[in-house]
């Protein structure tokens, strides 16, 4: 490459890249500097080298909390990716314009803020509206009763919320996929849910892996649905990284928590990666 | 036989998607219509007073529009980096490009949580704490990756030899960036834009870690009211909210490919 386009190159990169430099690195440095700091009640954190924010990690309150988080991820992960996957494989198969529908309806839920949707859901689940009283007619409940907080309600939130990220973490590859395999295969014989669970299913195993880890990651950190939704026993990780935070004001012990989720996250991640590497098309 | 039977089933399935979707969005504009306090439904005699009565104070109106600021901000910032981010990776692809951009996604990856806390940490340690700008640039490097992937695939479809034929006829760089390139990848830039802009203005976690006592956005302010007890106007805000996602993704729909946008093949029916 000519000394010139070099130049031309790095005039176009300057800002982006001390943008990224001073928003971005810094800041996870900083992060990275504020866990081992000693705390300070006054000015927060003073600069410094200790473990003991790691140390108390080890507090079968944070281990307990962790592993809850990871069981409720892994359940609302699992159920979404179930309910979102024949979602996706109809909605690739549809004529254009029912596609563009439905994009826009799963988008505009998944970018409602967390907030918003505890929110509906707390409105939905409260004794004066209709669910509950459904509920009482299926024979279910025995009156009109508030249905949060606790557990159903904190899982239904959090799976309304992952729900529209799955499809449309699945779709792309399904909507590429070769659908004469499938075709084929009702052509000799099988029947559509024979050529579901035996062809299509097995296809996008890649795929379905990817988006359900990327799911557990999202669920990991979310903040306001267990807040709202759950009782202090319904609590994740992230609610406890918050409060050690705002309500604690302890930042390096936030800062430790948020490595801790960091590494745990990135560990997933790269296993997408994995998991994509071993689905290239081999010939 | 089995060919309908497998339709119905579909047909079913989808209903029941639809209707899960739909049910907390249906169910707070019809709370948000009642004309009493009380939380009901369907709404007791459908009124728009709530509607009237956001807009008229001033709290809910000002948690609107700050809302409404740092997306606007928050969406400019974020482009302002990745069209020249992209346009170097297309333009020269050199492993420093390709790096910064795989720099630039990474904090979409993480789980909000982390952010949150790392700009608390963050603008605390600079001394300019509780800004509507630090709200503004943490949401711009959170989402980043948004019109990253969006402007990247509309440099990725540029035809080169539109390029080529450009330059044959001796424009410059910066002639074919503003007569052929810019063109062709408006739409994709448009819709970056609106996509930051509406997750902006939906995100809560990181606003309120940076700035939320002193800059107040409407999600902000419905969590701090969820404390408080139920309020009509609550919904008035949630179900803004949502006319305001499904028309940005709508405009975003007409302008351009959507299934194409969000990564699916191109097909011709």
Redesign the interface.
């Known amino acids: 490459?000519s000394a010139a386009?070099r130049l031309?190159?790095l005039s176009?990169?300057v800002?982006?890249?001390a943008?990224?430099f001073g928003?971005?690195?810094?800041?996870?440095g900083?992060?990275l500097g504020?866990s081992v700091a000693h705390r300070d009640v006054e000015g927060?954190w003073s600069a410094g080298f200790e473990l003991t924010q790691f140390a108390a990690l080890l507090n079968p309150t944070v281990l307990d909390t962790l592993a809850y988080t990871a069981v409720l991820a892994v359940l609302v992960a699992a159920t979404s990716t179930a309910?979102a996957f024949?979602?996706a494989y109809?909605v690739?198969g549809m004529?254009?314009r029912g596609?563009?529908a439905?994009?826009?309806?799963?988008?505009?839920?998944l970018?409602?803020?967390?907030?918003?949707?505890a929110?509906?859901?707390?409105?939905?689940l409260?004794k004066?509206?209709?669910l509950s009283e459904i509920f009482v007619w299926l024979g279910w409940l025995a009156e009109p009763q508030s249905l949060s907080p606790n557990f159903g309600a904190v899982v239904a939130c959090l799976v309304?919320l992952v729900?529209?990220i799955t499809v449309?973490l699945i779709?792309?590859a399904l909507?590429?996929m070769d659908r004469h395999v499938a075709e084929a295969a009702q052509t000799l014989g099988a029947?559509?849910?024979r050529v579901f669970f035996t062809v299509i299913l097995p296809m996008m195993r890649g795929p379905i892996l990817s988006s359900a880890i990327?799911a557990t990651?999202?669920t990991?950190?979310?903040?306001?649905p267990p807040t709202?939704l759950g009782r202090p026993e319904e609590w994740t990780i992230?609610v406890l990284?918050?409060r050690a935070?705002?309500t604690g004001g302890n930042?390096p012990l936030?800062?430790a928590m948020?490595i801790l989720?960091?590494a745990a996250?990135l560990a997933l991640?790269g296993l997408t990666v994995v998991v994509g590497r071993g689905q290239e098309p081999r010939r | 036989m089995s060919g309908a039977l497998a339709a119905g089933a579909r047909r079913l399935y989808l209903a029941l998607f639809g209707l899960f979707l739909a049910a907390p969005l249906v169910i707070v504009i019809g709370v948000s219509l009642n004309s009493t306090r009380r939380m009901s439904f369907p709404p007791e005699q459908a009124s728009l007073h709530w509607y009237a009565v956001f807009f008229s104070d001033p709290r809910w109106l000002s948690a609107f529009t700050t809302s409404l600021a740092i997306a606007t901000g928050a969406a400019l910032l974020a482009m302002a980096m990745a069209l020249p981010l992209s346009y170097a990776v297309w333009k020269f692809h050199t492993r420093l490009s390709q790096a910064l951009v795989g720099l630039g996604m990474l904090p979409f990856l993480l789980p909000g949580v982390v952010v949150s806390v790392v700009y608390l940490i963050f603008w605390g340690w600079t001394g300019h704490a509780g800004k509507i700008e630090d709200t503004m640039m943490s949401h711009a490097m959170f989402f980043l990756a948004v019109p990253l992937v969006t402007v990247n695939l509309g440099f990725h479809l540029i035809d080169r030899a539109l390029v080529e034929a450009a330059q044959t006829m001796g424009a410059r760089d910066s002639d074919v960036f503003r007569t052929v390139v810019l063109p062709l990848i408006l739409p994709y830039i448009v819709s970056g834009l609106i996509f930051v802009f509406v997750l902006s203005l939906n995100e809560y976690l990181i606003a309120y870690m940076v700035a939320g006592l002193n800059v107040e956005t409407l999600p902000i302010k419905v969590f701090n009211s969820l404390r408080l007890g139920f309020e009509p106007t609550m919904c008035v805000g949630a179900a803004l909210f949502m006319l305001v996602g499904t028309a940005a993704f709508s405009l975003v729909a007409l302008l351009g490919d959507l299934p194409k946008l969000l990564g699916a093949e191109s097909r011709r029916d």
Do not use: C
């Not at chain 1, 928003?23 to 996870?28: C, H, K, S």
């Open positions: 490459m386009s031309r190159e176009i990169l800002w982006p890249a943008a990224l928003f971005a690195v810094v800041p996870f900083l992060l504020v927060l309910l024949p979602f109809f690739a004529a254009r596609q563009v439905w994009l826009i309806l799963l988008l505009s839920t970018s409602l803020s967390e907030v918003l949707v929110f509906s859901w707390q409105v939905m409260a004066r509206i209709g309304y729900l529209p449309l779709y792309p909507s590429r029947s559509p849910l990327l990651v999202f990991i950190g979310t903040f306001v709202v992230a990284i918050g935070a705002l930042l936030a800062a948020s989720l960091l996250t991640t």
